[in-house]
């Protein structure tokens, strides 16, 4: 008996969870759950199944410095959830990706009560595409990112988008 597994195609997992998703006509509640332990001063250790990781802040906000600090873990969030749709949505329209790169920036007022101001993502695409399906995927990432939605309706969001060194609209 084999001992390995078999993995399902990538194209067909997506298009079937795209196309579930499409057809839902009622609300359908998700959870995400991430179990998080204080290890020592500020650092944590957090999971999620069998996966792990370390949060922590640097030495001159109190911290051990083993891991990236809190805030960089919601900014990658936030970013690698839209990033994720633009890939889903890419691989169901049989759209090639020959690379996509993000750098993404939060802005926020540091003082007691303060909030993120912006998000902002700067996403470059290069792919053999036209503009124009490049656009519709950018245009269905953001309705169907989760973060992107819940941020949008309290912070400004911005995505910059190039695609072949081109800078695009949408």
Same mark, same amino acid.
């Given at each position: $008996?084999?001992?390995? #597994?078999?993995i399902?195609?990538?194209? @067909? @997992?997506?298009?079937? !969870?795209?196309?579930?998703?499409?057809?839902?006509?009622?609300?359908?509640?998700?959870?995400?759950r991430?179990?998080?332990?204080?290890?020592?001063?500020?650092c944590?250790?957090?999971?999620?199944?069998?996966?792990?990781f370390?949060?922590?802040e640097?030495p001159e906000r109190?911290?051990?410095?083993?891991?990236l600090?809190? /805030?960089?873990y919601?900014?990658?969030?936030a970013?690698?959830? /839209? =990033?994720t749709?633009?890939? #889903? /949505?890419?691989?169901?329209?049989?759209?090639?990706?020959t690379? $996509?790169k993000? @750098?993404?920036?939060?802005?926020?007022?540091?003082?007691?009560?303060?909030?993120?101001?912006? =998000?902002?993502?700067?996403?470059?695409? !290069?792919?053999?595409?036209? !503009?124009?399906?490049?656009? &519709?995927?950018?245009? &269905?990432? !953001?309705? $169907?990112c989760?973060?992107?939605?819940t /941020?949008? #309706?309290?912070?400004? $969001?911005?995505?910059i988008?190039?695609?072949n060194?081109k800078?695009?609209?949408?």
């Amino acid at each position: $008996m084999s001992s390995l #597994k078999t993995i399902p195609d990538s194209a @067909v @997992v997506v298009r079937n !969870e795209d196309s579930e998703r499409r057809s839902l006509s009622e609300s359908r509640i998700g959870t995400q759950r991430i179990d998080i332990q204080l290890i020592e001063q500020l650092c944590f250790q957090a999971s999620f199944g069998r996966f792990s990781f370390t949060i922590d802040e640097p030495p001159e906000r109190g911290g051990t410095d083993r891991g990236l600090p809190p /805030l960089a873990y919601f900014v990658a969030g936030a970013a690698s959830c /839209l =990033m994720t749709q633009y890939a #889903k /949505l890419a691989i169901a329209k049989s759209v090639p990706l020959t690379s $996509m790169k993000a @750098v993404a920036r939060g802005h926020f007022d540091r003082r007691m009560g303060g909030a993120f101001t912006d =998000m902002i993502y700067d996403i470059t695409i !290069e792919s053999p595409a036209t !503009e124009d399906a490049i656009r &519709e995927i950018a245009r &269905e990432a !953001e309705s $169907m990112c989760y973060a992107h939605n819940t /941020l949008e #309706k309290t912070v400004h $969001m911005q995505t910059i988008l190039t695609l072949n060194g081109k800078r695009l609209n949408f």
